[in-house]
């Protein structure tokens, strides 16, 4: 299942949306860089190649880098 969320960095007070599935949602919600983050809707339709983009982005944010998870992301 894909969840689109919305969130927020600690650091930047812009809102972000992107698409994750339920495993990335877990891992998102605990970096210690997301201050804020709402589900907006279930049930998308999953898109592969997104959701292992989303991954590695998740995986650099716990490096400490935003930067993909930005430009992954909807600006709001």
């Given at each position: 299942?894909?969840?689109?969320?919305?969130?927020?960095?600690?650091?930047?007070?812009?809102?972000?949306?992107?698409?994750?599935?339920?495993?990335?949602?877990?891992?998102?919600?605990n970096?210690?860089?997301?201050?804020?983050?709402?589900?907006?809707?279930?049930n998308?339709?999953?898109?592969?190649?997104?959701?292992?983009?989303?991954?590695?982005?998740?995986?650099?944010?716990?490096?400490?880098?935003?930067?993909?998870?930005?430009?992954?992301?909807?600006?709001?």
């Amino acid at each position: 299942m894909v969840f689109k969320i919305m969130y927020k960095f600690q650091d930047d007070d812009k809102s972000y949306t992107c698409y994750v599935t339920h495993s990335q949602y877990i891992n998102f919600k605990n970096l210690p860089s997301i201050k804020e983050i709402i589900i907006l809707k279930r049930n998308q339709m999953e898109m592969k190649q997104y959701e292992e983009e989303m991954q590695r982005s998740i995986d650099e944010a716990f490096a400490n880098s935003t930067s993909h998870i930005k430009n992954l992301s909807d600006e709001l």
